[in-house]
Nanobody, 125 residues
């Protein structure tokens, strides 16, 4: 069992920065890839970024590449999403999710086994 808790969301203005955290507990060494997803009102949940636990391989959606950075801490029990140059279209509930299968591709939402409760990010213009 893996428990995930997101934090760090809030209300910011366009161009500002925000850092989201995903705290991992339970079987902390069992995840292969940690993904970040977001869901805006009336839209489907979409992939944002991901990182593998051991090798630290990262991937990003085209819409956030160059602005967002995903990372993990030394103990591998916290994953971060640094969001710079925020835009109003980044407004959404942001979720972290753990994929335990090393053979899975990073983008499909169905590949992730555990999800956090989400944290709201609102970017005003």
């Amino acid at each position: 069992q893996v428990q995930l808790v997101e934090s760090g969301g809030g209300l910011v203005q366009a161009g500002d920065s925000l850092r989201l955290s995903c705290a991992v507990s339970g079987r902390t060494f069992s995840w292969y890839r940690m993904g970040w997803f977001r869901q805006a009102p009336g839209k489907e949940r979409e992939f944002v970024a991901a990182i593998t636990r051991i090798a630290g391989i990262t991937g990003y959606a085209d819409s956030v590449k160059g602005r967002f950075t995903v990372s993990r801490d030394n103990g591998m029990n916290t994953v971060y999403l640094q969001m710079n140059s925020l835009k109003p279209e980044d407004t959404a509930v942001y979720y972290c999710a753990a994929d335990l299968n090393p053979s899975s591709r990073p983008l499909p939402i169905g590949n992730y086994d555990y999800w956090g409760q989400g944290t709201q990010v609102t970017v005003s213009s």
